[in-house]
């Protein structure tokens, strides 16, 4: 048996093979072309092809392993010849001019993701056959397989790292859980594992061999260790605590439906984080209020281009709709810093998280900027948008932004578009600077949501996706506490509300004290909703109040 240990980001207990993270995927880009009927022919011969091989593949499995577990060869044969797919091929290689290979990879995105929204079983599964017989399509349009395994099952996933864009394109139901050679506690690699509430340790260092590729393993993400080839005794073990996570799971269910109440009757709205449409599920699986942070930047990292007015339109109405009339707190834009994109074409920064990033990067280019304004607020109408910024720094910022603003309402009004005129605007607070002047703030917007991790990031000077100077980052400092209390103090004067969106939020160490300060809204990932249900509905806090927050001030 061998045990690595590295630093736990998420608890649980994940058993299953090792499956090592490799990059050679297949890149496809868009090309313009001029012979579109040539391209349908260059489809069609690949499609073909695709058959052929799945027909081969189908009689060999029927002799291995019967008629029930070959038939979903058969079923993958006859989706290729399915007249929609084919149809929304063909249409978008004459409409956009563009390339077979581009075609068939944004059916198969578009195709996959209807068919996972469906609350169905059986239909989810579908989704994941699309985008099966799409890479055997492209296989063939490129002569290039990506040397990539084809394999069925879930798996514990190993890498070195895993940038945030990598982690979200991951094919969540096929992870145990993930287990990284280097990584920040306080990365969103991190926290996006969070969201997805798997298993994820961090910095095993280099004893994580890509040799293990294919053995059984044990991750404790408790303890920050993974256990390689596990001995009989220890692997029983596992067992039980895996058994006993899933009984306290089960437990907490109980509090489905149940209000986010004190024994003394203070109310708090608890709210969901989440990445993109697919984790609306998880939201309403965990019974969250609404969603308290929409992190619109991962609609950009799927993309090899610029995502249209449209594409956003049709996710944020999406999300509007499957939350019936319950809050939705989307964020525009937060790239740079960790979340690098190729075709955004970012200049080499040497300390990127006090760059270009996020509002500034929308204040200076406005047509990216405006084209996300005008999707969130066409889809306004279909629910309870709040529109928030992120990385504000000064007064005059979000007065700029409130100008683009109403340019795009002026813009939709004169298009005869509709749109909700109520619609409230916020802002993260996120910086020192725009927690001193959160006084000023609270005079231009509807709330503030404060965004935890880069708060504590810029105040202690500590760059969060530093592993070596992990052990300095300290959530809990009272600097920390003291602004998130004069951020409370400074909304509530002026009658806005304020949330926290930040890690700090799940954390229940500090539940009871966010709760004294008179925190409005606690926005988390989907897995912690329960756990802070039940830790909410434990707390007496009015009579020890004025004591919690001496503790602070």
Same mark, same amino acid.
């Given at each position: 048996m061998i045990t690595l240990q590295g630093k736990g980001v998420f608890g649980g207990i994940a058993i299953g093979k090792i499956s090592f993270f490799t990059r050679e995927e297949r890149k496809i880009k868009r090309i313009r072309i001029e012979d579109t009927k040539n391209e349908i022919e260059r489809y069609t011969a690949a499609k073909d092809a695709a058959g052929e091989e799945?027909?081969?593949?189908?009689?060999?499995?029927?002799?291995?392993?019967?008629e029930s577990n070959a038939q979903i060869f058969e079923i993958h044969r006859m989706m290729l010849e399915d007249q929609d797919y084919n149809d929304s091929v063909a249409n978008i290689i004459t409409t956009q001019e563009v390339n077979a290979e581009y075609a068939v990879a944004i059916t198969s995105d578009n195709f996959s993701q209807m068919f996972a929204s469906i609350d169905d079983d059986y239909m989810k599964e579908r989704a994941a056959d699309v985008k099966d017989i799409s890479n055997r399509v492209l296989k063939h349009l490129t002569g290039n397989d990506g040397e990539q395994k084809e394999k069925a099952g879930k798996f514990i996933i190993c890498a070195d790292d895993l940038a945030p864009s990598e982690t979200v394109q991951l094919d969540k139901s096929a992870v145990l859980a993930f287990v990284t050679k280097a990584g920040s506690a306080n990365s969103h690699t991190a926290i996006l594992a969070r969201t997805m509430n798997i298993p994820a340790i961090i910095g095993?260092?280099?004893?994580?061999?890509?040799?293990?590729e294919g053995r059984m393993a044990v991750v404790d993400g408790f303890d920050g260790k993974i256990y390689i080839d596990p001995e009989e005794e220890l692997l029983a073990m596992m067992e039980r605590r895996q058994q006993e996570e899933e009984e306290k799971r089960r437990l907490l269910l109980e509090l489905k439906?149940?209000?986010n109440v004190t024994k003394d009757g203070q109310k708090i709205k608890v709210y969901a984080n989440i990445g993109g449409v697919d984790d609306v599920a998880a939201a309403f699986v965990n019974d969250a209020g609404g969603i308290g942070?929409?992190?619109?930047?991962?609609?950009?990292?799927?993309q090899e281009n610029y995502p249209d007015e449209e594409l956003q339109f049709a996710a944020y109405k999406k999300v509007l709709e499957s939350m019936s009339g319950k809050d939705v707190v989307i964020r525009t834009l937060d790239i740079g810093a960790d979340?690098?994109?190729?075709?955004? !074409?970012?200049?080499?920064?040497?300390?990127?998280?006090?760059?270009?990033?996020?509002?500034?990067?929308? %204040?200076?280019? /406005?047509? =990216?900027?405006?084209?996300?304004?005008?999707?969130?607020?066409?889809a306004s109408v279909y629910g309870k948008l709040c529109i928030m910024f992120p990385m504000i720094t000064a007064v005059e910022e979000v007065q700029e932004v409130k100008q683009i603003?109403?340019?795009?309402?002026?813009?939709?009004?004169?298009?005869?578009?509709?749109?909700?005129? !109520?619609?409230?605007?916020?802002?993260m607070i996120e910086t020192p600077?725009?927690?001193?002047?959160?006084? %000023?703030?609270? /005079?231009? =917007?509807?709330?503030?949501?404060?965004g935890t991790n880069d708060l504590t990031q810029y105040t202690l000077a500590i760059d969060r996706q530093n592993p070596q100077i992990d052990r300095f980052y300290r959530p809990h400092h009272q600097a920390i506490l003291r602004m998130i209390h004069m951020v409370a103090e400074n909304a509530h004067k002026e009658g806005k509300w304020v949330g926290i969106c930040g890690e700090l939020g799940a954390d229940l160490s500090l539940t009871e004290k966010f709760l004294a300060m008179g925190i409005d809204e606690l926005s988390v990932s989907p897995p912690m909703i329960l756990p802070l249900r039940e830790k909410i509905r434990s707390l007496t806090v009015a009579e020890k109040r004025d004591a919690l927050l001496n503790e602070i001030l």
């Open positions: 799945l027909g081969k593949i189908y009689e060999k499995a029927l002799q291995e392993v019967g095993v260092g280099e004893g994580l061999l890509s040799s293990y439906g149940k209000e942070l929409f992190r619109s930047e991962f609609l950009y990292l799927k979340k690098q994109i190729d075709y955004f !074409q970012l200049a080499h920064e040497e300390n990127p998280a006090m760059g270009f990033r996020a509002i500034r990067i929308c %204040l200076e280019r /406005k047509a =990216v900027f405006k084209t996300q304004l005008r999707a969130l607020f066409r603003v109403e340019e795009v309402k002026q813009e939709l009004k004169t298009e005869g578009i509709p749109y909700r005129e !109520q619609t409230e605007i916020g802002v600077a725009a927690v001193m002047i959160s006084d %000023l703030l609270a /005079k231009e =917007v509807d709330f503030f949501s404060i």
